[in-house]
C-alpha cells in the first residue's frame, strides 16, 4: 500500500461535520450511535419494520399520485373528475397517515434492533435521540421492550461531549455512552 492510500484510510475513519450546523450534527451523532450499539454486539440484529412501513405508506401515496396523472391523461378533465377527486382525497389520507405514523410511533426513533434470549424470548431494542433547535444538548433514549416491560433510560449531554472543535465526531465517547446505557438496562433486566 502507498502513504497516498494509507492517508485515504486515515480520514475515511473520522467524520467532520459543521458543527454548527444542528440537525447535520443530531444526524451525524445518530451514526455515530448506530455504529456503537451494533459494532461489539454481534447478538443484536437490526429491523427495519419502522422505515419499511414508512416506504410502504410513501409508496402508496406516490402510486396513488401516478394513478391520478395517468387516469387524466387518458381521459381529459371532465371525464376523470371523479377519479381526480378520490385520488387527491387517498394522497391527503396517506400523507396524514405517514405523518401520524412519525410523530407517533417512530418519534425520532432512528435504530431497532431484536436480542433472542437463551430462553427463547426476543427482547426488542429501540435508540432514539432528540436535539431542539437552537440548543446543544443532544438527547439519547435507549429502550428495551420484552413481552412482560418495557424500560429505558436516557442521557442529556451537550454536543460537545462528542464533539471535537474542529467537527470530527468522538467515536469513542459516543461509544461509552452508549455502552453505559446498555450495560444499565441489561443488569436492570438480569436483576429481575
Not at 437490526?46 to 394513478?67: D, H, S
Request: net charge positive; proline share 3%; hydrophobic share 40%.
Amino acid at each position: 500500500m502507498s502513504k497516498k492510500d494509507d492517508k485515504s484510510e486515515q480520514f475515511d475513519e473520522f467524520v467532520k461535520i459543521n458543527k454548527w450546523d444542528g440537525t447535520a450534527v443530531k444526524h451525524a451523532l445518530d451514526d455515530a450511535v448506530k455504529n456503537a450499539l451494533f459494532a461489539t454486539r454481534p447478538h443484536l440484529k437490526e429491523q427495519f419494520g419502522l422505515i419499511n412501513t414508512r416506504l410502504i405508506l410513501c409508496t402508496l401515496a406516490v402510486g396513488v399520485a401516478v394513478m391520478a396523472h395517468g387516469w387524466d391523461f387518458t381521459h381529459p378533465f371532465p371525464e376523470s373528475k371523479p377519479v381526480l377527486m378520490f385520488c387527491v382525497v387517498g394522497y391527503f389520507a396517506l400523507m396524514g397517515v405517514l405523518t401520524l405514523h412519525t410523530t407517533f410511533r417512530e418519534k425520532g426513533t432512528f435504530a431497532v434492533a431484536t436480542e433472542k434470549m437463551p430462553s427463547g424470548e426476543r427482547r426488542l431494542w429501540e435508540a432514539s435521540s432528540d436535539m431542539k433547535k437552537y440548543n446543544d444538548k443532544y438527547t439519547l433514549v435507549l429502550s428495551i421492550k420484552d413481552t412482560k416491560s418495557l424500560k429505558e433510560t436516557s442521557s442529556v449531554k451537550s454536543c460537545a461531549s462528542f464533539i471535537d472543535a474542529n467537527g470530527i465526531v468522538l467515536d469513542n465517547h459516543v461509544a461509552n455512552e452508549v455502552n453505559r446505557l446498555y450495560n444499565t438496562l441489561s443488569i436492570e433486566k438480569k436483576e429481575k
